[in-house]
């Protein structure tokens, strides 16, 4: 009855739940036949059903969906062969040590297959099990899947374990697929020539989403069933409003804005699951503000931030720097700072002028902030006073950070301005 009374509060669940579940973000994609996920379950099922041996590379930025549209395809996979499918998960970070990582395989068979797991076995041991298991896995029909995550930290020191997988699947007898999955484009470079020479060479590219791709995602995660617990009505309004918040050009702006600093899917859903957050529960309904205020909280500028904690007087330092770069003043040091400082006073007769001892107290928190940073470490036993210095902060964030600064004095951001 609750969920009925507001309606708004189960819409808002059911956004976030879709967002936080990748087999959700990435159902849409299963369709077409141009998508990773159809190339890679393709390649993996005509291994299972032909009973081959394969190696494939999923390459492509962190956040790019790698993992989850592989783990999507393993769920499909398992569905349709269940009793067909054996499947080996390592990490590069936790197994890249040849030992290690048989000795896990060899753990993983074990429980996979019911099996007495010695602690104790050596490499040699292990390794001859898993050949073993690999050529009786292939007499009874079944495929071992093996996922390498982290690809590249398997390609460090004498690539034992991969020279061992990929050579026992040269054998007709075995039946496996090695999947390799790393963010270095370079990986199949990595690996020796004896393993190269094994590897099948097919690799799976993850690339930003098209601008169509990009709009059936967006559509798929945010409009509401209409046949479910919520008030159909709701349902309807609720989609009628999305479709033309995502019509918008405001809103395309935002989106292209966010995707320039980073396409990524995984940067996408943050932002997504901050906008949702921010959704109004007694209109029930997103707006265009929600999408700006993600933005702005998943877009954060800690020199910015900086600034609202600076005192007035260290933000005359800061102006009487930047006038100091815009005259071509390439190399200055506190003591150019503190003539310029010194010529805004005397021009406009400002009531905010300090002695000098205050302003290079202030001129030291600034170094401290890393607001502004010495030019070079040379001149280490020279006084502050006199080591030339330069800003670490743009005239755009300047101008935005005296904007947004409360108590901010009117001359300095004609100041700025000029």
């Known amino acids: 009855m609750k969920g009925r009374e507001n309606p708004a509060e189960d819409a808002l669940i059911l956004l976030r739940s879709r967002i936080c579940n990748p087999?959700?973000?990435f159902t849409p994609f299963s369709d077409s036949p141009d998508s990773n996920y159809s190339k890679l379950k393709f390649i993996i099922s005509s291994s299972v059903t032909e009973a081959?041996?394969?190696s494939i590379l999923l390459l492509g930025p962190r956040g790019s969906g790698k993992t989850a549209v592989l783990e999507l395809v393993i769920r499909d996979l398992l569905a349709e062969h269940?009793?067909?499918?054996s499947v080996i998960r390592l990490n590069g970070l936790l197994h890249s040590d040849d030992n290690c990582a048989v000795k896990e395989i060899a753990r993983q068979l074990c429980v996979e297959h019911q099996l007495l797991f010695s602690k104790m076995a050596s490499f040699d041991d292990n390794s001859q099990f898993m050949i073993a298991m690999l050529r009786e896995c292939g007499l009874a029909h079944k495929t071992i899947i093996f996922v390498l995550d982290e690809f590249d930290f398997f390609t460090q020191g004498k690539q034992r374990l991969l020279y061992s997988l990929l050579d026992a699947m040269q054998s007709v007898t075995s039946q496996a697929v090695v999947?390799?999955?790393?963010c270095r484009l370079d990986a199949d470079q990595l690996l020796e020539k004896r393993v190269r020479s094994r590897f099948s060479h097919r690799k799976v590219l993850f690339l930003p989403p098209s601008k169509e791709d990009l709009q059936r995602l967006l559509e798929h995660i945010f409009s509401l069933p209409v046949d479910t617990s919520l008030?159909?009505?709701y349902a309807v309004e609720f989609n009628m409003k999305l479709h033309h918040i995502l019509a918008d050009e405001r809103f395309k702006e935002i989106i292209n804005t966010l995707l320039n600093s980073d396409s990524t899917v995984k940067h996408l859903l943050r932002f997504l699951f901050y906008a949702v957050c921010h959704m109004d529960l007694e209109?029930?309904?997103l707006s265009l503000d929600n999408f700006r205020t993600a933005m702005s909280s998943i877009q954060r500028q800690p020199k910015m931030e900086y600034l609202q904690d600076c005192s007035i007087l260290e933000l005359y330092i800061l102006v009487c720097m930047k006038r100091l770069e815009v005259k071509e003043q390439n190399s200055y040091n506190f003591n150019s700072v503190m003539k310029e400082y010194k010529g805004i006073h005397d021009a406009y007769q400002t009531s905010d002028y300090y002695a000098r001892n205050v302003c290079l107290r202030?001129?030291?928190?600034l170094v401290q902030r890393e607001l502004i940073c010495f030019m070079d470490n040379r001149g280490n036993n020279q006084s502050i006073e006199f080591r030339a210095v330069k800003l670490l902060i743009s005239s755009h964030e300047l101008y935005q950070g005296l904007k947004s600064y409360r108590s901010c004095p009117v001359i300095l951001r004609k100041l700025v301005d000029q």
Do not use: L
């Open 52 to 54: 081959c041996n394969n």
């Open 82 to 85: 269940a009793d067909m499918i």
């Open 362 to 365: 202030a001129f030291e928190h």
């Open 23 to 25: 087999n959700f973000v």
């Open 283 to 285: 209109s029930g309904f």
């Open 231 to 233: 008030p159909n009505d």
């Open 179 to 182: 999947i390799g999955v790393s």
